[in-house]
């Protein structure tokens, strides 16, 4: 299995970046989709993008279509995901996920390996 650590989150203010990062140990990690969730107080956990092993294939979710980059590093075995123009509603626990599903998923269930997540706080 893959463990993965999250990190890279924090305060910024609505329009500001920030980047995170998610390191993996364990198995291959070149051997696993990856995604990214968030997930806010009192809400479910949302999807918001997967990247394939060799980073050629992407999937958003709309509401972060633009906005957000996923991207992957094989060699550092390293997920990242560039946040721009961060809006307050983006206020939340992120947090990265490994699938051996061999498609691009957007379901929780699909994804059984979990980072603890970073706090990302976006200040009106």
């Known amino acids: 299995q893959v463990q993965l650590v999250e990190s890279g989150g924090g305060l910024v203010p609505a329009g500001g970046s920030l980047r995170l990062s998610c390191a993996a140990s364990?198995?291959?990690?070149?051997?696993?989709?990856m995604g990214w969730f968030r997930q806010a107080p009192g809400k479910d956990r949302e999807f918001i993008a997967a990247i394939n092993w060799s980073g050629g294939s992407t999937h958003y979710a709309d509401s972060v279509k633009g906005r957000f980059t996923i991207s992957r590093d094989n060699a550092k075995n390293t997920l990242i995901l560039q946040m721009n123009s961060l809006k307050p509603e983006y206020t939340a626990v992120y947090s990265c996920a490994a699938s051996s599903r061999p498609f691009l998923a957007r379901r929780v269930d699909d994804y059984p390996y979990w980072g603890r997540g970073s706090q990302v706080a976006v200040a009106s």
């Open positions: 364990g198995r291959a990690f070149s051997g696993y989709r």
